[in-house]
């Protein structure tokens, strides 16, 4: 059987970026994540450590899952070790920048979010999750360039045109946040009037 397509939520696609190739996992991952269970996840991220401590997969997991709770320095902390033992984790790279925006540092997330971004060139979720970092660093230039290359890796990505468009209303662009409205209308209509009520509502 074909393993499904990455879900919609960036988090849990670079939770699973690269884990294994059991369909089984993913899905048990996948429940618990609809279910919100994070102490569940963390419970079989940390007994799979246990039987393998130099495996990476678990420890980004754990990771995701400390996130998830909202223990931002305890995700942090697990993070940086799974980059520390393996560079080339996308997904971990991208679970740590978060965990660092997340807990009020977006100019060290950016920065190592823009790590990321050579490590993984071609995955949407780096380049959404640096744009993120620069927006709640005020630098909404950056941000919207690695929002743009985001919708040009994942064109159906609403999230990411989403956020471009806000960005681009809060520069005070409003011909290409309409663009982005347009763009929206056949990808995710509802985030589409919610952008346009935004762009109404900041030009009164």
């Known amino acids: 059987m074909e393993p499904p397509p990455l879900p919609a939520d960036p988090l849990l696609a670079s939770a699973l970026s690269r884990r294994g190739d059991s369909y089984d996992e993913r899905e048990r991952i996948v429940e618990f994540n609809d279910d919100r269970d994070w102490a569940g996840l963390l419970r079989l991220a940390e007994e799979q450590q246990r ?110 045109w989403f956020e471009l468009g806000s960005a681009y209303a809060r520069m005070g662009e409003i011909k290409e946040a309409r663009e982005a409205v347009e763009v929206l209308r056949k990808v995710d209509p509802a985030q589409a009037e919610q952008l346009r009520a935004q762009i109404r509502a900041g030009r009164r």
């Open 51 to 160: 039987r393998d401590p130099e495996g990476s997969d678990w420890g980004v997991l754990a990771g995701y899952a400390r996130l998830r709770q909202g223990d931002y320095p305890n995700a942090v902390a697990v993070l940086s070790r799974v980059v520390q033992r393996n560079p080339e984790d996308i997904g971990a790279w991208n679970l740590l920048g978060e965990s660092l925006r997340l807990a009020g540092q977006p100019g060290r997330a950016a920065q190592t979010l823009e790590r990321a971004s050579i490590v993984g060139r071609t995955f949407y979720v780096t380049f959404f999750l640096l744009g993120q970092a620069y927006r709640d660093a005020n630098r909404l230039d950056r941000a919207t360039a690695a929002y743009r290359e985001a919708t040009r890796l994942a064109p159906e990505f609403g999230q990411a």
